[in-house]
């Protein structure tokens, strides 16, 4: 194969393990909060907020202490086996809270895969870049085709999972789910030696990432074992107590805040970087806050907007009614269609020098998420208590949602790989599984503020929830602004990332 013209085979074989995972991990998120409330019969708010937001929140932390390991110790392949092997055994643990309606195997089991997601995540996502050659512009389109791989799982999970879990036992689609875990760790690692190579035939993601140190080099992890890991945890403490004792978030959310304030800090004063180096990573951290507003809107599937389906959405068709937690499947089906259109248009117009720089595609991204509850909006606006919406509310909404994510996502793994120092290739693509960490708790915050029939209206920073329009109208807000800003914040940035588009 042409590497300058096509991608590597090894690509393929990344797209295939990450298939898989996402299919374990959107498989059991299809049906998790329908688990918790209809099984394990905990309230929306807490399921929403202490256990939905709490564990995808920390399902996006634990990826720091994934590259870190990668980047001292394992090197990333060795992660990635180690992560997958413990997801799929979480996923099991899942299968027997649901066998028995245990709260403490459902805890243990949600605990097991967060730890999991973190040795697998960055380090997959860090694998893709090393297959091209340096400022390679086929890495935009390459990390576009790995999306798709992510959301080929995503789109087969909630169906199959879904499936078995509404229609016949919750544990069943648990169990779907650890099979799947196991399919793709299988697959990676019967084929990582032939197919994971560099341009020049070298292993990828064998050695930590230390061994690729120049003389005179050193990696933020190998510091964190002496000074730089007591500030750390000194720093990360005080922030955590402040978040917890001043604003009153509970333990789980002051952690993933803290450690969103503590590590960045960390990591840009260190003395080993030169100036573009910090301001290429000052890129990928102002970037990255923006990203919180993204997915705290739009990982409302996992949640409010799974309840809303269940609830408000007529979801009969040809006689059939669809689970709701299929609906989760749309987004990722969109995806799947659009991502090869959307990695053509980029090529297409990088060839006319047209192709828009990142984080302006991260920008028309928000604001194509804010157009997606907008339009919904519209839908419930004078909705009565009891009266259902036509299921295409929810499928536009969806498509319009898929359109920011291939502008926001994909396009924000390739700017990190891009601007990161490659001593910290995993450390900082685990930073910036912080900023989802914190969109995801924030999420869950958000999705507790869901409308109830007979319950009080509900605030948010003196805004009135009292409908379904109003919350939905909440997320508008947010998406909308952080686009507008990201939007003049384009020009600054662009002479900070110092040649990289």
Not at 139 to 165: H, K, Q, R
Request: charged share 10%.
């Amino acid at each position: 194969m042409n590497q300058q013209k096509g991608h590597p085979i090894g690509l393929y074989l990344l797209f295939f393990t990450e298939m898989w995972e996402r299919f374990s991990y959107y498989g059991m998120r299809a049906i998790l909060v329908l688990f918790l409330t209809k099984q394990l019969l905990f309230d929306k708010a807490f399921a929403s907020d202490q256990l939905y937001g709490s564990f995808t929140g920390l399902v996006y932390l634990t990826p720091l202490l994934g590259g870190y390991m990668a980047d001292r110790y394992w090197g990333n392949r060795k992660s990635i086996i180690i992560g997958g092997l413990l997801m799929a055994l979480g996923q099991f643990m899942l299968f027997f809270s649901g066998h028995f309606t245990s709260h403490f195997m459902m805890y243990a089991g949600l605990g097991v895969l967060v730890f999991g997601n973190g040795f697998f995540k960055p380090n997959i996502s860090t694998m893709v870049g090393s297959l091209y050659p340096e400022n390679d512009h086929r890495i935009d389109s390459a990390y576009t085709i790995f999306y798709m791989g992510i959301n080929v799982g995503a789109f087969i999970a909630p169906i199959v999972c879904g499936y078995l879990g509404e229609e016949i036992a919750f544990k069943w689609g648990f169990m779907a789910a650890g099979v799947g875990m196991i399919l793709g760790t299988l697959s990676f690692y019967l084929f990582k030696n032939k197919y994971l190579i560099t341009p020049e035939g070298a292993q990828i993601g064998e050695q930590p990432n230390k061994a690729n140190l120049k003389v005179g080099e050193s990696t933020i992890a190998a510091k964190f074992d002496n000074i730089q890991m007591a500030i750390i945890t000194l720093g990360s403490l005080a922030f955590i107590c402040a978040f917890h004792l001043i604003a009153g978030f509970d333990w789980v959310g002051s952690v993933i805040f803290g450690c969103a304030i503590s590590i960045p800090a960390t990591i840009i004063t260190d003395k080993s970087l030169n100036s573009i180096e910090k301001d290429r990573i000052w890129v990928i951290f102002c970037s990255a806050f923006f990203v919180i507003f993204f997915w705290a809107a739009f990982e409302q599937a996992g949640a409010s907007l799974t309840y809303f389906a269940d609830e408000q959405t007529d979801r009969s068709l040809l006689g059939f009614v669809i689970p709701a937690s299929a609906f989760q499947s749309v987004n990722a089906a969109f995806v799947v269609i659009f991502a090869p259109v959307l990695s053509w248009l980029w090529l297409k117009l990088h060839d006319k020098g047209m192709e828009p720089p990142s984080l302006k595609k991260q920008a028309i991204g928000l604001l194509l998420l804010a157009l997606g509850y907008l339009w919904i909006s519209f839908g419930v606006n004078g909705l009565h208590e009891g009266v259902k919406v036509s299921m295409i509310w929810l499928i536009v909404l969806y498509l319009l949602h898929t359109f920011g994510e291939l502008c926001l996502s994909p396009i924000g793994l390739s700017m990190v790989n891009k601007l990161a120092p490659a001593r910290f290739a995993s450390l900082l693509m685990g930073v910036w599984f912080l900023a989802n960490a914190t969109a995801n708790k924030f999420a869950g915050m958000l999705s507790a503020l869901y409308p109830e029939a007979g319950k009080p209206a509900k605030h948010f920073l003196g805004f009135e929830i009292a409908n379904l329009y109003h919350f939905f109208m909440l997320f508008v807000v947010l998406a909308g602004i952080a686009s507008g800003i990201l939007f003049l914040l384009n020009k600054p940035f662009k002479k900070l990332m110092h040649g990289i588009k």
